[in-house]
């Protein structure tokens, strides 16, 4: 077996029957989750061979949440460069304004199968948690998402989104009151409400099969931007780039792709105020293995394992783990992974919206951000792609303050 | 009974026919560090046939906000495990109450999963809960607690199948903790479901047959105690400990109180009448 066939078999195989990518991912979680989470996954696997649900699955992306997106050729932008062609996969035209919306979906049709009553969610950024609520709205399905008060501060617009919507948000207020802190609350509703609540997750992460299912939902990304590719530039890209916090963007868009070893993938962490520093998010950069929220990934913790802190300006990004299977990726290095401070991404999002006419997300910025340290390595005959993974209104209030905007 | 070998199996062993086993958790470092070992000795001392000693981590997915609250005032004190095994080895000098350590998997893996075996068995502990690693999900702690003479302590819920109930018991010694209401610690089972609480201890009786069996959960007064534990070896109290201590530190005889408050858990107000 050659060493590229070998590769190819071992990321499409994972995760194994117990969930493990590799060492990391698994089902590290109180015994009153165990039979929710059996029941879960055997939930999701028939509808994968369903033909009527991944038609519903399908018609609902088409017709409410408006794919397929577009990928578009961003012509200021690479002449900005002067190297290589830069696309924009554009996640951010998504109903709701991200990706996220893809696997709230997803989740739902699958609680909807599974007679499950009530939804609960945790947000960071508020995107995962206005796309819940969106979806609950559309099939009338009583919603609660989890929110760290610090986040709800700097993301207000997306919980007034909420609220409108029928959801009902309910802060937390412990730790750092952010996106981590806001998780471990809506695990306590589950392990409390099992039986009739559902917990849609929002990133690639949590116990076994969150993080493959997510994975699996979201990769529609990249299957369409493959036969895009295919049809506007009559080949794979030679680079593709997403942003990672938990890293449901990027593994949607990377994963179509692992099997085509000559596409080069880069996840862009959130490097706060410096890799560095105490105050970043870059995971994959600087964390270390560890057991959180239900599985075995890289995590930013103490010497006593304690979990510690994370910062970034995207709220989305503010998080101390990352999705099991990035871990994985990471060491067989099949991904690059790197990382782009607070003020770089706030740059990015100038860069963006001037060249393009495109309002990144905070978190977007990044992956667009590392542009300045990938396009002088790249040729004029290559393209690369961008997971433009959400807009930025949401965020207009924390630029405003950042780049003092006229 | 599965181990004869250690001071848990020992406590169900010699109690008399009809007595309950008392546990009582205790995060270690609450309300503070050099309190603990007296507070031990105060509570041993009161009644508590086994204590728990909670780990404190910084993110407790399976906790209520009194275990969360006793967690962070631990850190915030700077308790980490070399502290608890100091603790552990200091109660040692002087008792013989069996020592189960109970907390999430993170900072023990950090620590090595063999150095912490290893230094857990040299201070004196007795058992190990681990909440966030069911039975099968990391195999090695099961032959770690087995080289180091301790016992694997593991949970069943409301909503374990029988068939995983003895898959629970297979990987328990020591005893099988039994979570009588479906939610995180200090979540109150009402009078309501008192009733479908007795149910689930006699499935959890039909099918954990190796080992005994203490339920927690929501207990906060002996008269819970009385009727959670009917028909188990025994009861299992946490947050309504902590809640207790919470009261009444740091006033000067705070630690004679929670002593009077554990009695009366174990015994009633009527301390002749015994459970």
Redesign the interface.
């Known amino acids: 077996m050659s060493s590229s066939t070998k590769q190819m078999n071992q990321h499409s195989t994972v995760p194994d029957a117990r969930g493990f990518f590799g060492r990391f991912g698994g089902r590290y979680v109180p015994e009153i989750l165990i039979p929710a989470l059996h029941e879960l996954e055997k939930a999701f696997r028939e509808c994968q061979q369903d033909q009527a649900f991944q038609n519903e699955f399908e018609t609902l992306l088409r017709e409410y949440v408006g794919r397929e997106t577009p990928l578009t050729y961003a012509g200021r932008l690479s002449e900005h460069y002067g190297k290589a062609r830069i696309y924009l996969k554009r996640e951010d035209l998504c109903h709701t304004g991200a990706h996220k919306i893809n696997n709230a979906i997803g989740q739902v049709l699958l609680a909807r199968r599974m007679g499950k009553t009530r939804i609960i969610a945790e947000t960071g950024a508020g995107q995962h948690g206005v796309a819940t609520a969106t979806v609950c709205a559309f099939f009338g399905l009583k919603c609660i998402i989890y929110m760290g008060s610090e986040d709800i501060s700097r993301q207000r617009l997306n919980v007034d989104r909420m609220r409108l919507l029928g959801a009902e948000v309910r802060p937390v207020e412990s730790g750092a009151k952010t996106l981590s802190n806001a998780i471990n609350e809506a695990i306590r509703d589950w392990v409390s409400n099992v039986e009739d609540t559902f917990y849609i997750i929002g990133s690639a992460v949590g116990p076994h099969p969150y993080p493959m299912m997510v994975r699996d939902f979201q990769s529609v990304i990249g299957r369409e931007t493959i036969d895009q590719s295919l049809e506007q530039e009559g080949r794979l890209p030679d680079y593709v780039l997403a942003c990672v916090g938990g890293g449901s963007n990027a593994i949607g868009m990377f994963h179509p792709f692992l099997e085509h070893e000559e596409v080069q993938l880069l996840g862009v962490e959130a490097a706060g105020e410096g890799v560095n520093t105490e105050r970043h998010a870059a995971t994959l950069s600087g964390g270390e293995p560890g057991i959180l929220h239900g599985s075995l990934s890289y995590l930013l913790q103490t010497s006593h394992g304690q979990i510690a802190e994370a910062h970034s300006v995207s709220a989305g990004l503010d998080y101390p783990g990352v999705g099991p299977e990035h871990s994985f990726l990471r060491d067989s290095r099949r991904v690059t992974y790197a990382a782009v401070t607070d003020q770089h991404a706030l740059e990015g999002v100038r860069l963006l919206s001037s060249m393009e006419g495109i309002i990144p997300a905070l978190e977007t910025a990044h992956a667009i951000a590392y542009l300045d340290e990938l396009m002088p390595e790249t040729n004029p005959d290559e393209f690369v792609v961008v997971n433009c993974s959400g807009r930025g209104d949401k965020d207009m209030e924390t630029i405003s303050k950042h780049l003092k905007c006229p | 009974m599965t181990s004869i070998k250690g001071r848990i199996s020992r406590v169900f062993r010699s109690r008399s026919d009809g007595d309950k086993i008392m546990s009582l958790f205790l995060t270690a470092g609450f309300p503070e560090p050099a309190a603990t070992v007296e507070l031990v000795r105060k509570l041993e001392s009161s009644g508590a046939d086994i204590l728990e000693l909670g780990m404190p ?8 906000p009194t275990i ?1 609250y006793a967690s962070k005032v631990a ?1 915030d004190q700077g308790v ?2 070399d502290a608890i095994f100091g603790m552990v080895r200091e109660i040692r000098r002087e008792s013989e109450i069996p020592i189960v350590l109970m907390g ?8 090595g999963l063999e150095a912490f075996f290893l230094k857990a068995s040299e201070s004196g502990v007795d058992g190990i809960i681990i ?4 039975p099968g ?2 195999p090695e702690l099961d032959g770690l607690c087995q080289q180091h003479n301790i016992d694997p302590i ?8 029988d068939e ?1 109930m003895r898959e ?1 018991d297979q990987a328990s010694s020591g005893f099988v903790y039994c ?1 009588s209401v ?3 610690t200090g ?1 109150r089972s009402g009078d309501e479901v008192s009733r479908s609480v007795a149910k689930f201890i006699d499935r959890v009786r039909k099918n954990v047959t190796r080992n005994p069996v203490l339920v927690g959960f929501g207990i906060r007064s002996h008269a819970d105690a009385l009727a959670v534990s009917a028909r188990a070896d025994g009861f299992i109290v946490g947050s309504a400990l902590i809640d207790y201590i919470r009261s009444v530190y740091p006033e000067p005889d705070w630690m004679q109180r929670t002593g009077i408050f554990v009695r009366e858990l174990k015994y009633g107000r009527d301390s002749s009448i015994k459970v």
């Open positions: 981590f910084s993110d407790p997915l399976a906790d209520g969360q850190l980490n495990l999430y998997i993170n900072p023990v893996l950090r620590y909440p966030d690693v069911p999900e990391m593991y949970l069943v819920a409301p909503n374990t199948s995983r629970v979570v479906a939610g995180v979540a």
